[in-house]
């Protein structure tokens, strides 16, 4: 059952930007805390970034940090990760998911309840 679903995926330059949106369905996020995560063709997934759900935490895997940048708005009940300077290496399958517990948590160990599918990003030139 998807209780996400994810949109924005492209084929961009290396440099280039993308606004990814990740709308919750079949439930009600707010109060929740949301990620992105990420699985590059032949790895593993990844946290890319985890809020928590007020808004006054957030975390960034060391390779995204000073590009991306997570935010929500839960009166659309919708995720939302902006990516800049895109890299060769961002090309994966975007996803979010959401979890109740610590964001650190989430996005390093993968621990969530709630996710959906996924949309493609690929940056090539």
């Known amino acids: 059952q998807t209780q996400f679903v994810a949109s924005g995926g492209d084929l961009v330059q290396p440099g280039g930007s993308l606004r990814l949106s990740c709308v919750a369905s079949?439930?009600?996020?707010?109060?929740?805390?949301v990620g992105w995560f990420r699985q590059a063709p032949g790895k593993g997934h990844e946290g890319v970034s985890c809020?928590?759900?007020?808004?006054?935490?957030?975390y960034y895997a060391d390779s995204v940090k000073g590009r991306f940048a997570i935010s929500r708005d839960d009166n659309k009940n919708t995720v939302y990760l902006y990516m800049n300077n895109l890299k060769t290496e961002d090309t994966a399958v975007y996803y979010c998911?959401?979890?109740?517990?610590?964001?650190?948590?989430?996005?390093?160990?993968?621990?969530?309840?709630?996710w959906g599918q996924g949309t493609q990003v690929t940056v090539s030139s």
């Open positions: 998911a959401a979890w109740d517990g610590n964001i650190q948590t989430m996005c390093i160990l993968g621990r969530y309840d709630f």
């Open positions: 809020m928590d759900a007020s808004d006054d935490d957030t």
């Open positions: 079949e439930f009600n996020a707010e109060g929740y805390n």
